[in-house]
């Protein structure tokens, strides 16, 4: 199967920062997408983005597929943005999930 | 439009029961996803249905089976439960690999 690291693992931010997430694929995938899981544990789907840039909000992503690397904005951090976001690649039949970035936002 | 219903929400089972996880749908997709999330280890797909009436191992399907009874419903069933199995357990479905992937609110299950 494909490999997905997603980085950096753990993140804390100050309200109203930042931040940037990193996706990786160990080969090349059919589509990508973003996830967001709260606090209660409801996984709720941010992004589906096979390549180039989307916006949706304080939210954006970048693919780059033929590099193999995805990438998740987080601009203007809120507290209920905390929660893991993961990426998944989706080849075959199958998608393939990393491991998440687990963010904290404090206020 | 409820989208993806899993039942029941929180299990306990005792080592060597056995139970059925239900899973449905009403966004008329094609493919649908069982998935075990586990700390550390992100999701893990256990077994997937491409269409109805396909099933298929994913990467842990070991002490578990599914059925695809409809287009709708995607069951998965733990035949003699073990500790290993204690999780949080996700179904998704999506309408195409080209699509987005939509999941369930999830099973927490603990067998001890």
């Known amino acids: 199967g494909i490999q997905v690291e997603q980085s950096p693992p753990d993140l804390i931010l100050q309200e109203g920062a930042n931040s940037t997430l990193r996706c990786n694929f160990s080969?090349?995938?059919?589509?990508l997408q973003w996830f967001h899981q709260n606090p209660w544990g409801q996984l709720i789907n941010l992004f589906y983005?096979?390549?180039g840039t989307k916006q949706n909000g304080r939210l954006s992503a970048t693919t780059v597929a033929t590099e193999r690397y995805s990438l998740l904005y987080i601009s203007s951090s809120q507290t209920t943005d905390s929660g893991v976001y993961f990426c998944a690649g989706g080849l075959g039949n199958q998608f393939y999930f990393g491991t998440g970035t687990s963010l904290t936002v404090i206020p | 439009n409820a989208g993806v219903t899993q039942t029941p929400k929180f299990q306990v089972l005792k080592t060597g029961q056995s139970m059925t996880l239900q899973c449905a749908q009403d966004m008329n997709h094609n493919s649908m996803y069982w998935y075990r999330q586990d700390p550390g280890m992100g999701l893990r797909l256990i077994y997937y249905?491409?269409?109805?009436?396909?099933?298929d191992k994913g990467e842990v399907p070991n002490g578990y089976n599914v059925s695809r009874l409809n287009k709708r419903e995607f069951s998965l069933r733990l035949e003699s439960a073990a500790p290993s199995q204690t999780s949080v357990y996700f179904c998704?479905?999506?309408?195409?690999?080209?699509?987005?992937?939509?999941f369930g609110s999830g099973t927490q299950l603990s067998v001890l």
């Open positions: 983005i096979p390549s």
């Open positions: 249905s491409a269409s109805e009436g396909t099933t």
């Open positions: 080969d090349s995938v059919n589509n």
């Open positions: 998704a479905s999506t309408r195409s690999l080209d699509e987005k992937l939509f």
